[in-house]
């Protein structure tokens, strides 16, 4: 099982900014694509974003293209989602699964969820 864990989460006003993070204590997430995923109240969850395992690739919702940008950094085996601008409708448990591409929907491993709230 590939452990990850997400944080960065919390309650933040509309137009804040937030920096989540999914890191793995037991693996190198760099062999893998990282996605990052959302479920609201009421819906179904979605696909936020994806980078691929060397960073090259990325892919985003359009609902979030031009605010939310998703970001790896191997040396501390860490994947982040910087979220600006952020709006009402963004909020949601946030998840990170893993995967070998960003284009394929094996999405294997989950991790627990950090909760994002925009509210003012």
């Known amino acids: 099982q590939l452990q990850l864990v997400e944080s960065g989460g919390g309650l933040v006003q509309p137009g804040g900014s937030l920096r989540l993070s999914c890191s793995s204590s037991?693996?190198?997430?760099?062999?893998?694509?990282i996605g990052w995923f959302r479920r609201a109240p009421g819906k179904e969850r979605e696909e936020v974003s994806c980078?691929?395992?060397?960073?090259?690739?990325?892919v985003y919702a359009d609902s979030v293209k031009g605010r939310f940008t998703i970001s790896r950094d191997n040396a501390k085996n860490t994947v982040y989602l910087q979220m600006n601008s952020l709006k009402p409708e963004d909020t949601a448990i946030y998840y990170c699964?893993?995967?070998?591409?960003?284009?394929?929907?094996?999405?294997?491993?989950w991790g627990q969820g950090t909760q994002v709230t925009v509210s003012s």
């Open positions: 037991a693996f190198t997430l760099d062999d893998y694509a």
């Open positions: 699964a893993a995967q070998r591409l960003c284009i394929l929907s094996n999405w294997g491993s």
């Open positions: 980078i691929s395992s060397s960073g090259g690739f990325t």
